[in-house]
């Protein structure tokens, strides 16, 4: 059997603000609040919870898209007036990357992680 990721726990600002923003943003289906976790639905195999914390770290999650999907999201993100950059310490400069002979874009969610949207994987020598 394939070993797959199930689910990761994502702290939060506030947890179902945060679920709510990723199925606005990403598509995702927004399942339940479940004790302290608000979770959504990714794919068939994984979940993200969402766990209200007063105080974390800030962490980076990438998401690789179909180059349809990373036209929709990225539609949203300018409908909701979300800054975004082509890099991870340019996240405001109104630009998406081509890196890869892809596209690559990154901005942030309510709680302040960086989110990443690739069309393309990164090459890796």
Same mark, same amino acid.
């Given at each position: 059997?394939?070993?797959? *990721?199930?689910?990761?726990?994502?702290?939060?600002?506030?947890?179902?603000?945060?679920?709510?923003? #990723? /199925?606005?943003? &990403?598509?995702?289906? @927004?399942?339940?609040?479940?004790?302290?976790?608000?979770?959504?639905?990714?794919?068939?195999? *994984?979940? *993200?919870?969402?766990?209200?914390?007063k105080? @974390?770290?800030? *962490?980076? #999650?990438?998401?690789?898209?179909?180059?349809?999907?990373?036209?929709?999201? @990225? %539609?949203?993100?300018?409908?909701?007036?979300?800054? @975004?950059?082509?890099?991870?310490?340019?996240?405001?400069n109104?630009? &998406?990357?081509?890196? #890869?002979?892809?596209?690559?874009?990154?901005? /942030?969610?309510?709680?302040?992680?960086?989110l %990443?949207?690739?069309?393309?994987?990164?090459?890796?020598?």
């Amino acid at each position: 059997m394939e070993i797959t *990721l199930n689910h990761t726990i994502i702290p939060s600002k506030n947890n179902v603000e945060s679920a709510r923003f #990723y /199925e606005r943003i &990403f598509g995702f289906h @927004f399942v339940k609040e479940w004790s302290h976790f608000a979770v959504v639905q990714v794919n068939s195999t *994984l979940t *993200l919870d969402f766990d209200t914390q007063k105080s @974390f770290s800030l *962490l980076h #999650y990438a998401f690789k898209v179909s180059d349809e999907q990373f036209d929709e999201i @990225f %539609e949203r993100i300018k409908n909701e007036g979300i800054s @975004f950059g082509s890099g991870p310490r340019s996240r405001d400069n109104g630009q &998406f990357n081509t890196d #890869y002979d892809g596209r690559g874009a990154y901005f /942030e969610d309510p709680s302040g992680h960086v989110l %990443e949207i690739i069309t393309k994987d990164y090459v890796i020598d």
